[in-house]
C-alpha cells in the first residue's frame, strides 16, 4: 500500500502563516535526524545577541533574532524578544506580524486575530496582514471572509503572488480547480522563484492525468534544486509510470541527503517489489525502513506481502497478525489473512 501525499493540494497549509519568514527548504516525509552541535563562534544567533548587548534599543535586531528563535522552534524565546521589540516600538508592523505566527504556534486563535486587526489598524494598507487574515480564516473555513480579505490586498496592489496564492487555496478547497489553477499561474507569472504554487499546479496536473506533468516535474527539478519534495515527487511519478531505475535513482539521491529516512527506504522496497518483481531486495528495504521506524505500519504489511509472494505463509501469516495486534482495521492485513490461512489450509 502506498499513500499518495505527494500529491495532496493541502500539503504545508498549516505552516502558511510562517511560511513568509522561513526560507528552509522542505523536509521529506519520514524520520530524519536532527543537527547537533552548531558552532557557537559561527552561530548567527550568538552574533545577534552580540549585537544585543552593544544596541539594546534596536528594534530590527529583536526581529532578527525572534526569526532565528522561531525557525529554531524555540517559541518562548522569540515571543520574549517580539514583546521586546513592540515594547520599543509598538506600531511596528513587522513585529506584531511576527507576533501573530507565534500565536498560531501557540494555537492562541483570538490573540492570532487581535494582534493581525492590530496590524492592519496601524498600517491599514500593509497588504501581509491582509492576506494573513486571509490565510486564518482558509484554515477556519471561512471562505468568504478569506475571499475578502484577498480582495482588499489585490485591490492595494494587484502585484502580489502569495494572495494569489492563497485564493488559489481557497478555491481548491471549494473544489473549484480550474479557478485555482488561474490563480496559481498568475503567482507563478509575478513570482517564477515562489515553489508553493508551482506545486500545486503539479498536484492537479498529476492529478488529472495531464501530458503535461512530467515536463513540469522536470523544470520544478532545474528551478527548485533545494526542495527535495521536488525530486520526490518526480520519483513517485517515476514510478507509477513506466520508469522505476530512474525513480530509484532519485531516492539514492535523497537518501544521500537524508540517510535512513524510513519513508525512502520504504519507497525503494516498493518499487522493488511492485514494479521489478525483486523480493530479495524489496524485503531488504522494508527490513531498513522498519530498522528506522519500528512502528511504520506499512512497511510491515508490505514485508508480510513479500513473503506471501514467496510461498513462506508462515511467515507472512505472523506478520499480518502483528499488523492487526496494533491496527486491528487495516483492511489490506485483514484480507491478507484470509488468503494466508486458506493458502495454509
Known amino acids: 500500500m502506498k499513500t499518495r501525499n505527494a500529491i495532496v493540494w493541502l500539503l504545508g497549509l498549516a505552516m502558511f502563516l510562517v511560511a513568509c519568514h522561513n526560507n528552509t527548504p522542505t523536509v521529506l516525509p519520514g524520520n530524519n535526524e536532527q543537527e547537533e552541535g552548531v558552532d557557537s563562534a559561527k552561530d548567527p544567533l550568538a552574533l545577534l545577541s552580540d549585537s544585543i548587548a552593544q544596541d539594546e534599543n534596536n528594534v530590527q535586531l529583536y526581529l532578527h533574532r525572534a526569526q532565528l528563535y522561531l525557525e529554531r522552534e524555540q517559541i518562548g524565546l522569540a515571543m520574549m524578544d517580539v514583546n521586546q521589540a513592540i515594547q520599543i516600538d509598538?506600531?511596528?508592523v513587522d513585529a506584531l506580524l511576527i507576533l501573530s505566527d507565534l500565536y498560531y504556534l501557540l494555537?492562541?486563535?483570538n490573540n492570532i486575530t487581535a494582534t493581525l486587526n492590530k496590524a492592519l489598524e496601524v498600517a491599514p494598507?500593509?497588504?501581509?496582514?491582509m492576506v494573513k487574515l486571509a490565510e486564518l480564516n482558509l484554515l477556519k473555513q471561512n471562505y468568504n471572509l478569506a475571499f475578502?480579505?484577498?480582495?482588499?490586498?489585490?485591490?492595494?496592489?494587484?502585484?502580489?503572488?502569495?494572495?494569489?496564492?492563497?485564493?488559489?487555496?481557497?478555491y481548491m478547497a471549494r473544489q473549484d480547480t480550474a479557478s485555482a489553477m488561474k490563480n496559481f499561474?498568475?503567482?507563478?507569472?509575478?513570482?517564477?522563484?515562489?515553489y508553493d504554487p508551482q506545486r500545486e499546479i503539479c498536484a492537479i496536473y498529476?492529478?488529472?492525468?495531464?501530458?503535461l506533468t512530467e515536463g513540469f516535474m522536470r523544470s520544478m527539478m532545474v528551478n527548485f534544486p533545494d526542495q527535495p519534495?521536488?525530486?520526490?515527487?518526480?520519483?513517485?511519478?517515476?514510478?507509477?509510470?513506466?520508469?522505476?531505475?530512474?525513480?530509484?535513482a532519485h531516492y539514492d539521491t535523497l537518501l544521500m541527503l537524508q540517510p535512513g529516512n524510513s519513508r525512502l527506504l520504504f519507497n525503494k522496497g516498493y518499487v522493488y517489489f511492485v514494479y521489478l518483481g525483486d523480493n530479495e531486495q524489496a524485503l531488504n528495504y522494508f527490513n531498513q525502513s522498519l530498522q528506522s521506524d519500528p512502528g511504520y505500519i506499512d512497511a510491515l504489511y508490505n514485508k508480510g506481502h513479500?513473503?506471501?509472494q514467496m510461498g513462506d505463509f508462515v511467515q507472512a501469516k505472523s506478520i499480518y497478525a502483528q499488523v492487526l495486534k496494533d491496527y486491528p482495521n487495516y483492511q489490506l492485513a485483514i484480507d491478507a489473512m484470509n488468503r494466508v490461512t486458506n493458502q495454509a489450509e
Not at 494598507?125 to 496582514?129: G, K, L, V
Not at 475578502?148 to 481557497?170: C, E, H, Q, S, W
Not at 499561474?185 to 515562489?194: K, N, S, Y
Open 107 to 109: 494555537g492562541d486563535e
Open 148 to 170: 475578502g480579505y484577498i480582495d482588499n490586498a489585490l485591490k492595494v496592489n494587484t502585484y502580489n503572488p502569495k494572495a494569489y496564492f492563497v485564493r488559489g487555496m481557497a
Open 125 to 129: 494598507s500593509d497588504t501581509r496582514a
Open 306 to 308: 513479500v513473503y506471501e
Open 90 to 92: 509598538p506600531k511596528n
Open 229 to 248: 519534495m521536488v525530486r520526490y515527487d518526480l520519483a513517485l511519478f517515476l514510478q507509477d509510470n513506466g520508469n522505476p531505475e530512474e525513480a530509484l
Open 206 to 211: 498529476w492529478a488529472q492525468h495531464n501530458p
Open 185 to 194: 499561474m498568475i503567482a507563478r507569472e509575478q513570482d517564477a522563484t515562489f
